[in-house]
Each structure stands twice: as structure tokens, then as C-alpha cells.
């Protein structure tokens, strides 16, 4: 019998073994950045490396418009897909703005306003 | 006997890497965070440990997802830091503590806990952060290492229950050997922190607090929650508290807070840093 499923969490993807299977190529793609051989090979040419990992048809969008939600429906896991944004040079805070919709200065105010004191309710959507 | 001299908890974002890197710990965003770490120098320097217990997650380094343990104790002789993906400068190594690390297996094993067994294990910015803000002047480290790592990357994750019940038993396997070493327990990550989804940037300064205010008096007040609550109450890299709740039960029975910081924002992190000793 299967486990009772707990409330979703708002804006929130449990990467769970469902994820780690449909993400496997994608997270194995990224795992690969961390020679610098790898990235310089994925730079070089993108689509090609996305072929050697065999990504699947959504993961090669997401990847190629920089999607970050889109690849964590696709199974990404943000400790490997932090590798990838590394080599476009972008952060977590440039990736947490990528993902919420807000510029990069405003994602940081969002998380200073809850450095003084703001619910992350208040913060996000006062 | 072997002497358990405290605990030290403190967070592992990668930015601070960056930080004390460019030297900005005087830097406006970073001096409340770093100003908790004076304490630090001066409570390692009294107590003198020369063994580290640590607590800590792989990050896409030492593991991947063809075989992703949920406990696995390194038991090697040296411990690398590698590239993890951003060709930062490398961190140091470290000496391992081979005896030691199987005494704990053995203990694991015994206890009826199955943790898988490295000899060889790179180390990654979990380890290495919080010994640079440690250490701070260090050339090599005055420890030597046994990691223990938990998986809170791929659910299933274990409980909050499971990971205090594991610290536990290594505080068994560290009350029963033999050797005159001092050992200190540290629990990197944390606190609440959300890197992924359309919720990137929670933060959640009263579960943070909670935590805080039970850890060292009633770490099973932590129990409580189920991964999935913890998830919902810290986020997604929040879950990271199970370190600290590791690293909490293997300290021991009772246990006194002597030290404590709390900082937001640390990049998307509410940062902590704490110092406990055996009650």
C-alpha cells in the first residue's frame, strides 16, 4: 500500500524518487560539470552535450532557455543545476530571481526585509 | 579515555567561501554573520580539540544519484576537497582517523544502524566552510576527521527522530574508546533556506528559533516534525537541520548552549553559528 501523500507545499518540488528518475540524465549532465573539461565542452557546444547525456526533450528546452523552473519539473536538482548556472556565472540569489520572477536586487530585498523582521509572507507578497 | 570537549554548528553556504576569500568580514553584509566567530576562536582554543565528528550533506561532490547513501561514514586516512562545478580555489585536506571512524561503524552496526563505508570520500564546502571560519590563520588543520554524511538531497530522507537516534550512537562509540583524544561534534548547514521552486528565498526565523532554543535542553522537542513538516517549516535545503540534530545527539545526554549567533540573510540562508558543551 502506498504512503498517504502529505499537502503540497506551495512552490515547493520534493525531489523525490519520481524526480530522481525523470531527472536522472539532466542531474548526470550537470554532476559531469564539476571538471572543468566538461564545461568547457558544454560551452563549446551545448546541444552536443546535451545529446552525449541523452536529455529528454523538455530538459533540452529547459536548458537551452535557461528555465530553472522548467528543469526542476523535469526532475533537476538544485544541487546539481547550481553547477550549471556556475558556468553562466550565476549565483543563487540570480537564480532565485530567475525562478520567482523578480529582478536580482528585489529577490535581495525580499531577503533583507526578513533579515529585519518580515515574515517571508509579508516579505514576498505584502 | 577519549574527552567529548563540546559542539560547534554552524552554517556552510558557499558564498562565505567566497567572502573570506576576498577578505570581507568587516564587509556591512557580512560582519553580523562573522561577528559571531570570535567566540568561536576563543572557545576552540580553551578546549583544544584534536578529533572532529562531523555532520554534514554531500552536495553533488563525493556522491551522485547512481548510489546515494542515507548514512555513510567515511573511513579514510585523507580527505580532498575537489572542484564542485564553480573552479573555486580548492579548500584544504584533511587527516583522517581510520580507527576511530570504524570504532563508530562498528558501533553503527551494532546499533542496528547500516551505514555504508568510505575509503575514499572527497570533502566539500559543507566540511570546509565551517572549518575555515574555525580556523581562520590555520596552514593545516589541528584536527583530524571522521564525516559522517546524511542525505538530504534525494527523498526519502530520514527522520529527525533516526538522525538524533545516530548521533546517539556514535556518542556510545565515542564514550567507549579508548584512545585520549578530544573530540569535538560539529553539525554544518542550515538553518531555513529555499534555493528551488517558486517559494526560492523562504525563511523562517520562528521554526529557526525553536530549534535553537531546543537543541541543547530537549533535542527530541525537535522529533516532532516529520521531513515533510520540516520541509514545509525551514525549506528545502532546510532539512540540512538534521546535521545538527546529529551532531546534537552524539554530544551526549545534556548538553548547555554557551554560544550563540543568528544572522539574516547569509546569501538565501538564515545563518547560525553555536557552541555547546556537555552538561
Not at chain 2, 576527521?145 to 556510545?172: E, F, Y
Amino acid at each position: 500500500m502506498a504512503l498517504p501523500t502529505p499537502e503540497p507545499i506551495p512552490g515547493t518540488t520534493l525531489f523525490d524518487g519520481s524526480a530522481a528518475q525523470m531527472g536522472y540524465q539532466l542531474n548526470a549532465m550537470c554532476y559531469s560539470f564539476n571538471d572543468k573539461a566538461n564545461r568547457d565542452t558544454f560551452l563549446a557546444d551545448e546541444a552536443a552535450y546535451c545529446d552525449r547525456f541523452d536529455l529528454t526533450p523538455a530538459q533540452r528546452t529547459a536548458v537551452a532557455k535557461r528555465d530553472v523552473l522548467g528543469m526542476i519539473a523535469a526532475g533537476g536538482n538544485i544541487y546539481y543545476l547550481a553547477k550549471l548556472a556556475g558556468i553562466f556565472g550565476l549565483n543563487v540569489q540570480d537564480v532565485g530571481a530567475m525562478q520567482t520572477g523578480w529582478t536580482v536586487p528585489e529577490f535581495k530585498e525580499m531577503l533583507l526585509a526578513q533579515g529585519r523582521g518580515l515574515t517571508y509572507a509579508e516579505a514576498a507578497h505584502g | 579515555m577519549a574527552e567529548i570537549v563540546g559542539a560547534y554548528f554552524t552554517s556552510h553556504v558557499p558564498a562565505i567561501g567566497g567572502a573570506i576569500h576576498r577578505g570581507d568580514q568587516q564587509d556591512p553584509y557580512w560582519k553580523p554573520f562573522f561577528d559571531g566567530f570570535p567566540k568561536v576562536h576563543e572557545w576552540l582554543a580553551a578546549v583544544k580539540p584534536d578529533v572532529a565528528v562531523v555532520f554534514s550533506n554531500d552536495h553533488g561532490l563525493n556522491f551522485f544519484l547512481d548510489k546515494m547513501p542515507t548514512f555513510a561514514v567515511g573511513a579514510a586516512a585523507e580527505y580532498a576537497n575537489a572542484d564542485e562545478g564553480w573552479g573555486l580555489p580548492l579548500y584544504k585536506s584533511f587527516q583522517g582517523h581510520p580507527a576511530l571512524s570504524w570504532h563508530v561503524i562498528e558501533q553503527l552496526v551494532e546499533d542496528e544502524f547500516d551505514p555504508v563505508t568510505c575509503q575514499q570520500m572527497l570533502v566539500d564546502h559543507a566540511i570546509s566552510i565551517p572549518f575555515e571560519l574555525a580556523y581562520p590563520d590555520a596552514r593545516e588543520w589541528p584536527v583530524k576527521l571522521v564525516p559522517i554524511g546524511i542525505n538530504t538531497v534525494q527523498h526519502p530522507l530520514p527522520s529527525a527522530k533516526r538522525c538524533l537516534a545516530l548521533g546517539r550512537s556514535v556518542h556510545r562509540a565515542l564514550a567507549s574508546w579508548a584512545g585520549d583524544e578530544r573530540i569535538v561534534l560539529i553539525g554544518t548547514g542550515g538553518l531555513s533556506h529555499q534555493l528551488d521552486g517558486a517559494r526560492a528565498g523562504f525563511i523562517n526565523a520562528d521554526y529557526d528559533r525553536f530549534c535553537l532554543d531546543h537543541l541543547a535542553s530537549d533535542p527530541d522537542a525537535l522529533t516532532g516534525h516529520s521531513i515533510h513538516d520540516i520541509v514545509r517549516l525551514a525549506g528545502t535545503q532546510g532539512v540540512e537541520v538534521l546535521n545538527w540534530i546529529a551532531a546534537r545527539g552524539a554530544l551526549g545526554p545534556a548538553a548547555r548552549e554557551v554560544h550563540r549567533n543568528y544572522h539574516i540573510p547569509i546569501s538565501n540562508t538564515a545563518a547560525a553559528t553555536v557552541l555547546m558543551e556537555p552538561a
